[in-house]
């Protein structure tokens, strides 16, 4: 069931999702080759847990027996790791690398929810086909954006996201894709990085959504890794992850993940 937000949890959503911005911004302050992933996450965790929230994504359930919950607030994806990646002191960042810090804080009974890729080293120090992979990442999330507005549907966003990417020649993930988010962190509606314009609900004022392309440089297959949490590309390539919370305005989105 699609929820729409009252002007009370609209206001709730606004700051959980400034402490998510937060918390993206010390990570990007601090990102440097040589820190490793585990050293990422306690910044980021430090900022939630001193504005009074808690990493939603911490002891998050995995739905699969056999594999524990998520065991930390933020998940770090590096290089080939599509998402869902785990923080480890044994993880250190090299020049040239990229990385994805995908966090969730909760507050006052709502989740905020944002992702983003980072150099290792500066833009310069990247492969230029896989800076172009990130760049078209962004992007698509700002094309799709373009459609967030009411009387629209779901598909037209999904369209606009996935029609861009593969226009640029790399491939939509399609087994993952974003989704509703308020006093649940995943909510309906699901929101696929591609699809068909005109299909799926309406859009409505009021709702809040995460959109999140994810992004291979090689092709669009997946794999699980043995700790049932880390998605990697099939054949080893780069992949890129790029997510905002929006709401649905009565005229443009705004998105509540930017500070």
Sequence with gaps: MVTIKSKKEIELMRESCKIVAMAQEAIKKAIRPGISTWELNKIAEDV???QGAIPSCKNYPSGIKGVPPFPAGVCI?????VIHGIPSKHVILREGDIVSTDLCAYKNGVHGDATRTHFIGGEKAVDPEIKRLV??????????LKFAKPGNRIGDVSHAIGEYIESHGFYVVKEFQG????????ED?????????????RLEPGMCLAIEPMVNLGTEEIEVLDDGWTIVTADGSPAAH????ILITEKEPEILTIL
């Design 48 to 50: 939630i847990y001193a």
């Design 77 to 81: 994806s590096v290089n080939d790791e």
């Design 135 to 144: 760049d078209v990442t962004t992007q698509s999330f700002y094309e799709g």
């Design 179 to 186: 989704h509703g988010i308020g006093h649940e962190m995943h």
């Design 189 to 201: 509606p699901g929101i696929p990085n591609y699809g068909k314009p005109g299909k799926g609900i």
């Design 242 to 245: 790029y997510e905002n919370t």
